[in-house]
């Protein structure tokens, strides 16, 4: 059999479009003899598309258009694989359509109507019959691998999970040459093709790289990544076929991999939403001149455009000085990069206002100015504005970002990516051209940028100069990389004030940062959309926006748990039941003891273990003789017929051999 995997990127949702891109390449597949075309998860409706799925028109057109889709590959005689997020009783289910004969066959929706229920059940693989080849389908392959069911020859595996930095195995064919996929497939025996998707789907982004593996573990067809393609290969299980080399495989690289992830993702947000050029905000710092040259990348120069802003609070030579080195750095990467540059003078803030602006308000009124300058130049232009927020300004200073977004404000392309990370990605960019001014590219850039990030998160406590006097201190502490650290250990791990690296040298200074993360939860959720391409971002990090605690440590104490309680309780419940017990087996041997007229010192003797042992012994003597004394008895009365049995007076047999006694049960 051979097998099709078509690594497309269309608009999330364009049911009509994706279902006609389908057939295109059911067509192109066909051709190539191929009997079966997998597509990727995400095209529909994502991998998360909360209440969408239960809509019922949306329903409504999906199935029309699979079932337009049955008819117009029918003549091919190409089956197709095409998975979609569905709700089942209001419980999603990611879904695998198997079109062939001209049918739409739901595959896991039909299990799950079998078994009367949608369960984890209903995601266990899903088996069906191409060309003699016996295909399983999963979209976890991890669990299911070793869970193949026997006599496949086949499994699909649909990667559903977007792409992870920090998770090699999310890309694909680029994971391989590290030893992910190949000893599992080889253990289970069967072939293995990974459908892996391509395209920015909301905050989800994939980078491509399909491929087929044979039931040795070695690659013998890859797609390319970041960029579309149609992969046909001839499966046949048992048979060697002809592998790629190791040596040949594309090999992980976080920055490349990260870098071409931000791109796509630009590419696909801009063009989904309309617009065909974006404006980019200018400072000459490392997170706005690297985004200038993502924006570039995934739009083209011709298609962006920087806006730099000249600055009203100069009054000393060196600030004059500062000044024009940082105009000429944004002329310089303009230039670099070939893009439109478009300066504008804020003047005096006091001006605009009409009054006097206190110096600890310009700051902040020059930030929402911009934001005017930048609103006005988009709409002039008819572009959207990209942000250059990372995920450290969004943990430490998201009310003040807030003043700097605009309508037009589409998505924050570093928004999952930490400050000390640009470096690295700056560095990756200058590899392939040196359009960055390198200056801007260095641990000083980050360092200035970052001493401005908490320059602004100590307005919170400006009211207070004690307290903002304090923290300015514990600031201070902190190397860029050991804060990131900090935001990093306690948004994408989860861990605890008392398990981050940084605090067991500096807990005060650990508890700020988190208090300050848990203060700015309501203003994160307006931010601008970023794509997703850690362990974990914010919008998946909800807290509650009202919430008074903050993690303050454990100060030393061991951490205690609701299982603590539950196993305390379980351990007095069963130590009062053998409290009871004992006190009702005291009360039982005394109550005997009366009876049968013991002493106390022979009451404790019965009750204690050796007693209870021998008593024990003797009842099983006792029982040994009594039924050896039956077996005898009835042999007896087999012997001499119907009479008295010796040595049980009174005992008389039956009609059957059986020996009745009138005061014995023979059990």
């Not at 190409?78 to 209001?90: E, F, G, H, R, T």
């Not at 066959?105 to 229920?117: D, F, N, T, V």
């Not at 924050?412 to 001014?437: C, K, M, Q, W």
């Not at 004394?629 to 009835?634: G, I, R, Y």
Request: proline content about 5%; some cysteine.
């Amino acid at each position: 059999m051979k097998l099709a995997l078509a690594q497309i990127d269309m608009r999330l949702g364009d049911i009509e479009g994706i279902c006609s891109r389908i057939a295109d390449q059911a067509a192109l597949a066909a051709a190539g003899g191929a009997q079966l075309l997998c597509t990727p998860a995400p095209l529909f409706a994502g991998v998360q598309p909360t209440t969408l799925i239960d809509y019922a028109n949306y329903e409504h057109d999906l199935v029309v258009h699979l079932r337009e889709l049955a008819v117009r590959v029918e003549a091919s005689q190409i089956a197709c694989l095409v998975p979609a997020v569905i709700s089942i009783d209001q419980v999603p289910l990611m879904e695998c359509f198997l079109i062939r004969e001209g049918r739409v066959i739901p595959l896991r929706a039909m299990m799950a109507e079998r078994l009367g229920r949608a369960d984890a059940a209903s995601w266990e693989p899903a088996v069906f019959e191409v060309a003699g080849t016996r295909i399983a389908v999963t979209f976890d392959f991890a669990r299911d691998i070793t869970q193949v069911p026997r006599g496949c020859d086949v499994l699909v595996y649909f990667q559903a999970s977007g792409f992870d930095a920090t998770c090699e195995q999310t890309s694909a064919v680029a994971s391989v040459a590290d030893g992910h996929f190949s000893d599992d497939v080889a253990r289970s025996g069967v072939w293995l093709a990974c459908m892996a998707p391509i395209g920015g789907f909301d905050e989800t982004v994939f980078t491509g790289g399909s491929f087929v593996m044979d039931d040795g573990g070695r690659v013998v067809a890859a797609a390319p990544c970041f960029e579309e393609g149609l992969l046909i290969q001839d499966v046949c299980r048992g048979v060697m076929a002809p592998g790629i080399d190791q040596y040949e495989l594309p090999r992980f690289n976080r920055e490349e991999w990260l870098w071409e992830a931000l791109r796509i993702h630009v590419r696909d947000t801009v063009t989904a939403r309309g617009f065909a050029r974006a404006v980019v905000p200018l400072e000459g710092d490392l997170p706005t001149s690297l985004l200038a040259a993502l924006a570039v990348d995934a739009l083209g120069s011709r298609n962006v455009v920087g806006i730099e802003f000249a600055r009203s609070d100069v009054f000393t030579p060196r600030q004059e000085a500062l000044e024009r080195d940082r105009v000429e750095r944004i002329r310089a990467l303009a230039a670099n990069l070939n893009i439109q540059l478009v300066e504008r003078d804020q003047g005096d803030v006091s001006r605009w206002m009409d009054r006097d602006v206190p110096a600890r308000d310009a700051g902040r009124l020059r930030v929402g100015i911009d934001a005017i300058y930048l609103a006005d130049v988009a709409h002039e232009l008819g572009a959207c504005v990209l942000s250059p927020v990372t995920k450290t300004d969004a943990a430490l200073i998201p009310e003040a970002l807030l003043s700097a977004s605009t309508p037009r404000t589409l998505c924050a392309p570093f928004g999952d990516v930490y400050l000390t990370e640009l470096e690295f990605l700056a560095r990756y960019r200058n590899r392939r051209s040196a359009a960055i001014p390198l200056e801007t590219v260095s641990l000083a850039a980050v360092e200035e940028r970052m001493e401005a990030i908490c320059s602004a998160a100590l307005s919170a406590f400006e009211d207070e100069p004690e307290r903002a006097a304090a923290a300015a201190a514990l600031f201070a502490e902190l190397e860029p990389a050991q804060l990131d650290g900090i935001i990093e250990g306690h948004v994408d791990r989860n861990a605890v004030l008392d398990d981050l690296p940084a605090a067991r040298g500096n807990g005060a200074a650990a508890a700020l940062v988190l208090l300050l993360i848990r203060q700015g939860e309501g203003y994160r959720r307006s931010l601008p959309m970023a794509p997703i391409v850690s362990a974990r971002a914010f919008p998946e990090r909800l807290w509650p926006v009202s919430l008074g605690w903050s993690d303050l440590g454990r100060g030393g104490a061991a951490a205690e748990r609701v299982s603590d309680l539950v196993e305390g309780e379980l351990e007095r419940f069963e130590s009062r039941g053998a409290e009871y017990g004992e006190r009702v087996r005291g009360e039982i041997m005394n109550l005997l003891g009366n009876l049968l007229g013991l002493t106390p010192e022979q009451q404790a003797e019965l009750a204690s273990e050796e007693g209870q042992r021998r008593m024990r012994e003797s009842a099983e003597r006792f029982e040994s003789q009594l039924r050896e004394a039956l077996s005898h008895a009835a042999e007896d009365a087999d012997h001499h017929g119907e009479g008295h049995v010796p040595g049980f007076p009174g005992s008389s047999t039956s009609g059957h051999g059986g020996v009745h006694f009138p005061y014995f049960s023979q059990n």
